[in-house]
């Protein structure tokens, strides 16, 4: 791994790790004031239900002065009553006195329902105190916690800080500028390549770029997030060999006089592993190779005259694969000159199901490194 991928790692996650405390202190004063407005809440409901208790308390001395008033107008009218001459008069002041004994009994019955209240507010104010004094005790908590955490948090910064400058110091600017602007915008600047694909946008990479990544020859960016790339072979998934079942459906064979024909070889000259792809076109053929692993197109289309396998007998050897494979001639003249990882794929699957069919006696016709490309 390239001593920049290493420190940009290192980096990435020295700046996670600030990021987290940073956001972990920012955090403490809000769930500090969250507690606050929850205590401020409690001493409202309480100032409420002890604002409603003196209500009540002055509503029955209301009642009680009112009680009194009547029960000396009942006297006057009495008095009164004594000294009366007609029977009118004598039923004036009864009336008066029967309507005063009547608002005293209303009274009365307000006065029990106060005292009735007051016992319920009682207990209200009670419960509302107390929950007062367990808000008030929870605040100072988690003051004092978020003191401490604080007090920490701060110290590990400035311990993240200094390991973060230090690291700076040992990338290269032009590196560091470009990790910078990507972790800015997507949060992180390096993400793994793990089966074809960035982690961090979770997007397929061209097979160039991939082979180039793994190489670990130089820093490789993402097309699609710009993240910086690198490998861990540690992470890589592993391919187990699959026993087929006796009953198993064969492969099937590629026909022999199909238009298009393509071919594996694992020795073509300086190129090494190949594919090779024929089409018959009319009195002519052409032919195209691709890297084996990257799929980039090597050289060239190349056209003769006759039948592909008069045309172009010498690329026809003993180790040359016939595969299956088949594609449009609009559809590969859209591929430009490098195959997609789609169709690189079905190419290599069929690699791997021809030398499984052939067992043994194909895997010894076939040089070795060709086998360990088959079966990569």
Same mark, same amino acid.
């Given at each position: 791994?390239?001593?920049?991928?290493?420190?940009? %790692?290192?980096?990435?996650?020295?700046?996670?790790?600030?990021?987290? %405390?940073?956001?972990?202190?920012?955090?403490?004063?809000?769930?500090?004031?969250?507690?606050?407005?929850?205590?401020? /809440?409690?001493?409202? =409901? %309480?100032?409420?239900?002890?604002?409603?208790?003196?209500?009540?308390?002055?509503?029955?001395?209301?009642?009680?002065?009112?009680?009194?008033?009547?029960?000396?107008?009942?006297?006057?009218?009495?008095?009164?009553?004594?000294?009366?001459?007609?029977?009118?008069? !004598?039923?004036?002041?009864?009336?008066?006195?029967?309507? /005063?004994?009547?608002?005293?009994? %209303?009274?009365?019955?307000?006065?029990?329902?106060?005292?009735?209240?007051?016992?319920?507010?009682?207990?209200?104010?009670? $419960?509302?105190?107390?929950?007062?004094?367990?808000?008030?005790?929870?605040?100072?908590?988690?003051?004092?916690?978020?003191?401490?955490?604080?007090?920490?948090?701060?110290?590990?910064?400035?311990?993240?800080?200094?390991?973060?400058?230090?690291?700076?110091?040992?990338?290269?600017?032009?590196?560091?500028?470009?990790?910078?602007?990507?972790?800015?915008?997507?949060?992180?600047?390096?993400?793994?390549?793990?089966?074809?694909?960035?982690?961090?946008?979770?997007?397929?990479?061209?097979?160039?770029?991939?082979?180039? @990544?793994?190489?670990?020859?130089?820093?490789? !960016?993402?097309?699609?997030?710009?993240?910086?790339? !690198?490998?861990?072979? $540690?992470?890589?998934?592993?391919?187990?060999? @699959?026993?087929?079942?006796?009953?198993?459906?064969?492969?099937?064979?590629?026909?022999?006089?199909?238009?298009?024909?393509?071919? !594996?070889?694992?020795?073509?000259?300086? /190129?090494?592993?190949?594919?090779?792809?024929?089409?018959?076109?009319? /009195?002519?053929?052409?032919?195209?190779?691709?890297?084996? =692993?990257?799929?980039?197109?090597?050289?060239?289309?190349?056209?003769?005259?006759?039948?592909?396998?008069?045309?172009?007998?010498?690329?026809?050897?003993?180790?040359?694969?016939?595969?299956?494979?088949?594609?449009?001639?609009?559809?590969?003249?859209?591929?430009?000159?490098?195959?997609?990882?789609?169709?690189?794929?079905?190419?290599?699957?069929?690699?791997?199901?021809?030398?499984?069919?052939?067992?043994?006696?194909?895997?010894?016709?076939?040089? $070795?490194?060709?086998?360990?490309? $088959?079966?990569?």
């Amino acid at each position: 791994m390239l001593p920049d991928i290493e420190k940009l %790692l290192e980096l990435q996650a020295a700046d996670k790790e600030i990021r987290r %405390l940073q956001e972990e202190v920012a955090a403490l004063p809000k769930r500090v004031a969250a507690i606050e407005r929850q205590l401020a /809440a409690t001493k409202a =409901h %309480l100032e409420k239900v002890r604002t409603a208790a003196k209500g009540d308390e002055v509503n029955r001395k209301k009642f009680e002065v009112n009680i009194k008033d009547l029960q000396a107008k009942i006297s006057k009218y009495r008095d009164q009553s004594l000294e009366v001459k007609t029977n009118d008069q !004598y039923k004036a002041l009864l009336q008066e006195i029967q309507f /005063a004994e009547q608002e005293i009994r %209303l009274n009365e019955d307000r006065i029990l329902e106060t005292m009735v209240n007051a016992e319920s507010r009682e207990k209200e104010v009670k $419960a509302a105190e107390a929950e007062l004094k367990a808000k008030t005790a929870e605040i100072e908590r988690e003051k004092e916690e978020a003191r401490r955490v604080t007090a920490e948090d701060q110290a590990k910064l400035a311990e993240w800080n200094a390991k973060r400058d230090t690291l700076r110091q040992a990338i290269s600017e032009d590196v560091l500028r470009h990790y910078d602007r990507v972790i800015k915008l997507r949060g992180t600047g390096i993400a793994e390549v793990r089966d074809h694909k960035c982690m961090g946008c979770q997007v397929m990479l061209r097979p160039q770029t991939h082979n180039e @990544v793994r190489s670990g020859d130089q820093i490789v !960016y993402c097309d699609s997030c710009q993240r910086a790339l !690198y490998f861990n072979p $540690a992470n890589e998934p592993k391919l187990e060999a @699959v026993a087929e079942p006796a009953h198993s459906k064969r492969r099937p064979r590629p026909k022999p006089d199909a238009a298009q024909a393509w071919f !594996y070889r694992p020795d073509y000259g300086e /190129a090494g592993e190949v594919l090779l792809v024929f089409t018959n076109d009319g /009195a002519g053929a052409s032919r195209c190779i691709y890297d084996m =692993h990257s799929g980039r197109q090597l050289g060239d289309v190349l056209n003769r005259e006759g039948h592909y396998r008069q045309a172009f007998p010498e690329d026809l050897t003993d180790t040359a694969v016939r595969l299956n494979g088949h594609w449009e001639e609009k559809e590969m003249i859209e591929w430009g000159l490098e195959m997609p990882s789609s169709a690189l794929d079905v190419l290599h699957n069929d690699l791997r199901a021809a030398q499984r069919e052939y067992g043994k006696t194909q895997k010894e016709r076939l040089p $070795a490194h060709a086998q360990q490309s $088959a079966a990569s």
